[in-house]
């Protein structure tokens, strides 16, 4: 049992969880408690929603191990599980399952939301993580905006299934108060954007970080392509580039006298970036990959938690 867990990463499953009930209950609810209008998928329908991007998520961790036994005995041999601690055909037997259970959830979660086709996007998102795992992961780039794109879909999808029966039962309210929703999937997509940049330089730095697996099994990726110089002004970039976003946003912030917000992502994001890029830059060997990894993995939490400060900022005064 314990190693089932570990193949399928409890603790990222937690934080995908995690994100999806923040972004529901600390960001969408009290945006729409602004408006006066309130959720109107039902707690059980949410947290079968949940349940469906986990379980699809879980099944991709389980099919990338499947796939990745040869790499991961050369980058990391001591987290190997396929072979060791779960059998192949047990974890080919669950990936089935999970992804086929999930990918209905996802259908059902959105038959209840009043758009059913928003099931494809469960659908969709389990056969990317396959062809990943497959071959997107060897392929130049593709791969890391595969991922990246499925870790930004991860907080959207609470807005995707919320929104459609909004409408519906708001329908004439919004009409006669001229009141527009964008608003709230504005905010979210901001916080989905910022999963997407994080997740892309994480995805940078494991590739540096796996060099001698990746070129073992033919992987063409950015720092086997391009190098190492060359794959640390990319994490640069990016990282300066996210830096500069959040900047607009803590502006616009700081106009409006949001303190708190500014205070926060100044200390809980901006210099942890900051700090992220000169272990970047310093790195020389596997294990300072892996640091810098951890590192960034902790800063793309504390974007999470930012939704805290604004259920705080939008309670009643």
């Known amino acids: 049992?314990?190693?089932?867990?570990?193949?399928?990463?409890?603790?990222?499953?937690?934080?995908?969880?995690?994100?999806?009930?923040?972004?529901?209950?600390?960001?969408?609810?009290?945006l729409l408690a602004t408006a006066g209008l309130e959720l109107q998928l039902s707690h059980f329908d949410f947290f079968l929603l949940c349940l469906s991007t986990v379980m699809i998520a879980a099944a991709g961790y389980v099919i990338n191990d499947y796939f990745d036994t040869k790499t991961d005995i050369i980058n990391r041999p001591e987290s190997v599980v396929i072979d060791k601690g779960?059998?192949?055909?047990?974890?080919?037997?669950?990936?089935?399952?999970?992804?086929?259970?999930?990918?209905?959830?996802?259908?059902?979660?959105?038959?209840?939301?009043?758009?059913?086709?928003?099931?494809v996007i469960h659908f969709v998102s389990a056969g990317l993580l396959w062809f990943y795992s497959t071959d997107f992961k060897?392929?130049?780039?593709?791969?890391n905006i595969v991922v990246s794109v499925l870790t930004a879909l991860v907080p959207m999808l609470v807005v995707l299934y919320d929104m459609p029966r909004i409408n519906v039962?708001?329908?004439?309210?919004?009409?006669?108060s001229g009141i527009n929703l964008n608003f709230?999937?504005?905010?979210?997509?901001?916080?989905?954007?910022?999963?997407?940049?994080?997740?892309?330089?994480?995805e940078i730095i494991k590739d540096m970080e796996d060099m001698e697996g990746d070129a073992?099994?033919?992987?063409?990726?950015i720092p086997l392509s391009f190098g190492i110089r060359t794959s640390k002004t990319i994490v640069i970039?990016?990282?300066?580039?996210?830096?500069?976003?959040?900047?607009?946003?803590q502006l616009k912030q700081y106009e409006a006298g949001d303190l708190l917000s500014f205070a926060y992502l100044s200390a809980g994001v901006q210099v942890p970036m900051l700090?992220?890029?000169?272990?970047?830059?310093?790195?020389?060997?596997?294990?300072?990959y892996h640091n810098a990894s951890v590192f960034i993995k902790v800063i793309m939490l504390t974007g999470v938690l930012y939704s805290f400060i604004v259920y705080y900022s939008l309670l009643p005064k």
């Open 1 to 30: 049992m314990i190693s089932f867990l570990r193949l399928i990463r409890l603790p990222n499953l937690l934080i995908i969880a995690g994100t999806q009930y923040l972004m529901r209950y600390c960001v969408v609810q009290p």
């Open 216 to 221: 073992a099994i033919g992987c063409k990726t």
């Open 169 to 176: 039962h708001y329908y004439l309210e919004l009409v006669q």
């Open 184 to 202: 709230i999937t504005r905010f979210v997509a901001a916080f989905a954007l910022f999963a997407f940049l994080t997740s892309l330089i994480r």
């Open 86 to 119: 779960v059998k192949r055909r047990v974890a080919m037997g669950a990936h089935s399952v999970i992804n086929f259970a999930g990918v209905v959830l996802g259908f059902y979660a959105g038959y209840k939301a009043g758009l059913y086709k928003l099931g």
């Open 275 to 288: 700090i992220l890029a000169g272990l970047v830059l310093r790195a020389s060997a596997p294990k300072h």
């Open 237 to 249: 970039l990016l990282v300066l580039s996210t830096c500069v976003l959040l900047g607009l946003i």
């Open 138 to 143: 060897r392929q130049l780039i593709v791969g």
